[in-house]
Structures are given as C-alpha cells and as structure tokens.
C-alpha cells in the first residue's frame, strides 16, 4: 500500500517569541515492513538532523528570531506491506522493563494485567479494549497509565501507556510507538499510537485503540519508553504569552485527492489555533 501523508501542525501566540527551541520526531525510517519514497519537513527555521537514544531519525528546530507564529508542515509517501521486516533496536532490552512517571502500574493494572500471564497476548489487548472506552476529551497529555486505567476511558495515548504498564507488569519489553493510521473515510485527522512488545526473540506490535496487529494502514514514527520519549513535537519558547495550537492530518492511498483535501483543512488551520488561543 502506498500512503501520501500530509501533516501540519500550526502554532500561534499572544505576544511575540523571541526564541523557540523543538525536538521533532516526525520522520519515519525503513524497517517495519515500511519503505520511505519521499519525505519533506518545512519550517520556518533551522533545522538539525540526529538519531535520538532510541534510534529514531529526528530535528532539532531552532527560531532565534521573533515570531507571532510557527507552522511545521510535513509531507511524504511511504509504501507499506514491503518485504523489509528489520526491526530497529539501538538500546538493551531491559531498559523497555524501566517503568516511568506515565507508564508506572498501580495494585489495579498489576491484577489486571497477572490475568493473562499464560494467554496471548492478544487477550490481554482485547480485553483492556473493552475495558477502557475510547474517549476524546477524557483524559489528558499528562495523564498516567494508572489514572486512565482506574477512569476506564481515554485514547490511543492512553490504551498504549496502559498496555504498555501491564506487559511491563509480566516481565515483557514493551515500548511506546507514534505515527499515522489510514482509515478508508478518513475519520483519524491526528496522529497515532500503538505499542511494540517484545515476545519470542522480535517486536510484536499491537494496536490496542482498535483491538488488532499492526498492519500495513500504520505508518511509524518513532518510538520511546512512553509518550515524552515518542512525541512528534516537543519543546520551549521563550515569551509568546498565550498559545494556540492546531494540528491536522490526512492519510491517503496513492491516487486520491490527499493534496485537495490537506489544502481545504489548511486555509482555517490557522483561524483554528487562533480559536484554541482563546
């Protein structure tokens, strides 16, 4: 399968910036069963490619100029379902048994979790599907795995890191994974979450949000032990008063009307983040 992505994610302040400083990890890299034909990050300001701790490709993106607004625009095509299955791995696998502040499991999760020490892993994902509404607004950026448990409601964000403790929970590497997901209506305009965990000698992953294996409608990103370790963007600014932010994604199969379609999102996207400002 061969999927166009556009990605903007559009800033804007109160008051003027005079220096803004980002870590971006929105470039996907081969392996996985992906294959990058093309990729293009456009910002208004300088960029600087790395490898972070854990292997993904990323930016450092540096605005040492003032500023009112920031647009990071993103483009690319990456064919899935390819033949390249190498599993990246720049760290030891204990370090994804290290449990942090998002991930950590209450008494609940560790009971939940013991469950299904002797099932498939599938199981377990299913389970916690049922067991955690999917719910938009629910919970937010910082919540934890145990607060999103015990509220039985979240997002991607939050099944991942709740997954991700339980396996943990049972002795199994587990880590956090970002990127797109295409949908034939198009109903995720956002990115996505899933998780990798580590069984029988390679990375098994799993998309807990909507109870199946990764397939060739994922595309990755980046991984980390959770969230903060996986975000697309993060970063300061110094000044900028209050913030908007806005951010729109669109996933299609080559040959369809992506470009139109990322444009008419495009022209309100920064009337969008001037409304979330407020």
């Not at 093309?38 to 208004?44: A, G, S």
């Not at 390819?82 to 998002?102: G, S």
């Not at 199946?212 to 903060?228: C, S």
Request: proline share 3%.
């Amino acid at each position: 399968m061969r999927l166009n992505i556009q990605h903007q994610t559009q800033y804007v302040y109160s008051e003027m910036v005079t220096y803004t400083i980002q870590q971006l990890r929105l470039t996907p890299q081969n392996g996985f069963g992906q294959h990058v034909r093309h990729w293009d990050i456009k910002v208004n300001g300088q960029l600087h490619e790395f490898q972070d701790t854990f292997g993904n490709t990323a930016h450092t993106l540096v605005i040492d100029n003032p500023h009112h607004e920031l647009l990071i625009a993103v483009s690319g095509e990456v064919e899935t379902g390819v033949a390249d299955l190498t599993q990246h791995q720049a760290l030891p696998m204990p370090i994804y048994l290290r449990e942090t502040e998002l991930t950590s499991p209450n008494e609940a999760i560790i009971a939940f979790a013991s469950q299904f020490a002797n099932r498939p892993i599938e199981d377990m994902m299913l389970a916690l599907r049922d067991k955690m509404a999917y719910i938009k607004g629910a919970t937010k950026v910082d919540t934890t795995a145990s607060e999103a448990f015990d509220l039985g409601q979240g997002v991607c964000q939050d099944h991942a890191h709740v997954f991700i403790s339980c396996c943990r929970s049972l002795g199994n590497p587990a880590r956090y994974v970002s990127g797109y997901l295409f949908t034939e209506d198009g109903s995720l305009m956002q990115t996505h979450a899933w998780v990798d965990v580590w069984l029988n000698n390679q990375w098994q992953s799993l998309d807990i949000s909507n109870g199946y294996r990764a397939n060739e409608t994922h595309v990755r990103l980046a991984v980390g032990l959770d969230y903060r370790g996986a975000s697309p963007v993060s970063g300061m600014r110094i000044g900028g008063g209050e913030e908007g932010m806005v951010s729109n994604v669109v996933v299609n199969q080559q040959g369809a009307p992506v470009f139109q379609h990322a444009k008419a999102h495009s022209a309100s996207l920064l009337q969008q983040a001037q409304q979330a400002q407020q």
